[in-house]
């Protein structure tokens, strides 16, 4: 089969998929079986996947049979079954192949970037920064906030200017995202600074000291500027408690409620912890299998600034949802062209 042929079967796969997300029940209907053709595609094409590993291709198929015995106990059907599969296997694997944001061609990319900052500046002219607004326009804050900590440090893995690094902070402080805030201040010292990174003794120190800095700035900040991050103490003790209770098969998507009434978040649905989502939602069995493919997809990456760069976002899911719809698309957009040919 020629190459402009698969391209083409390339294409009409990833549109399914990011379409199905924008369906109700037949949308993921369409998912479920996208998932399994484009797998028995790739392997009646006799194509080399993007990770090139059996042992990752056999955890995929795995994920999805116990995805589907979970939806037949549950009696449930999820995109949040097929999101770790769509984000870390089939997104990366298609856009290698379509070359959907080329290294060379990120025009796209900087238009969302600026068009952030952009909508960033009014809004601090208007009420100036609020670092604990729920909403940046018609994204939710914490959601914007990743999609442009995910860009930014894209575009700075291919720049390395430091205009531009300080140019993504301010645009990040203007959306409100503590969090972005942390990570990408580090991310970008290690790639502007490789010789920080050198000596492993010297890492094992500097990360020590920087964990330190952190709980010492947190704790001089207002109870105002930090309240959120008690919130989220509060949430992952109730959702740690319902995840041991049914340990092995979890609680079902979708079920978890914030059920006090403290900080007026009575019923609150989101654990602001993506792992905890997982556990809660899947059980230890299906959860880790989740998490086995992140850690898949992580192990690939040969060179320390995209490492770094996963790294930011993976730390960034301990405190969010991370990988959910708006973010994890992009996750899964730009990881595909983290790799170099020589490492596949």
């Not at 009646?44 to 106990?73: A, C, D, P």
């Not at 009696?75 to 959907?100: A, C, G, M, N, W």
């Not at 645009?171 to 502007?192: E, H, W």
């Not at 880790?288 to 600034?305: A, G, P, Y």
Request: charged share 15%; no cysteine; proline share 1%.
């Amino acid at each position: 089969m020629n190459k402009y042929l698969s391209n083409r079967y390339d294409i009409l796969f990833i549109t399914i998929i990011l379409a199905a997300f924008l369906i109700n029940y037949i949308g993921k209907a369409i998912l479920l079986f996208s998932t399994f053709i484009y797998l028995f595609f790739l392997l009646y094409k006799k194509e080399r996947l993007l990770f090139g590993n059996r042992s990752f291709t056999l955890l995929v198929f795995i994920q999805l049979i116990l995805s589907i015995i979970h939806i037949i106990i549950f009696q449930e059907l999820s995109v949040d079954y097929f999101t770790p599969i769509v984000y870390f296997f089939f997104l990366p694997d298609l856009t290698s192949r379509i070359k959907i944001q080329d290294n060379k061609n990120s025009s796209l990319l900087y238009l969302i970037f600026y068009f952030f900052i952009f909508l960033g500046l009014i809004r601090v002219l208007k009420i100036g920064f609020d670092f604990n607004q729920l909403n940046f326009y018609f994204f939710n804050k914490n959601t914007a906030s990743m999609i442009f900590e995910l860009i930014a440090g894209f575009l700075l893995l291919k720049n390395k200017k430091k205009s531009f690094a300080l140019l993504s902070l301010l645009g990040l402080m203007a959306i409100g995202g503590k969090t972005s805030i942390i990570l990408f201040f580090f991310f970008s010292i290690i790639v502007l600074y490789p010789r920080i990174t050198e000596n492993r003794t010297k890492n094992i120190v500097g990360a020590i000291i920087i964990i330190g800095i952190v709980f010492g700035v947190f704790s001089m900040f207002p109870y105002e500027l930090i309240k959120t991050l008690f919130y989220r103490f509060n949430i992952w003790d109730q959702a740690l408690d319902e995840i041991y209770k049914n340990l092995l098969v979890g609680n079902g998507v979708n079920s978890f409620r914030y059920n006090t009434n403290e900080f007026g978040l009575f019923g609150k649905e989101a654990i602001h912890n993506y792992y905890l989502q997982q556990f809660h939602s899947f059980g230890l069995i299906l959860g880790l299998s989740n998490l086995l493919l992140v850690l898949f997809s992580f192990k690939q990456i040969r060179t320390r600034d995209k490492k770094m760069f996963l790294i930011m976002f993976i730390l960034h899911a301990f405190v969010d949802v991370g990988w959910v719809y708006g973010p994890g698309i992009i996750y899964g957009l730009l990881i595909g062209n983290l790799y170099d040919k020589n490492e596949i």
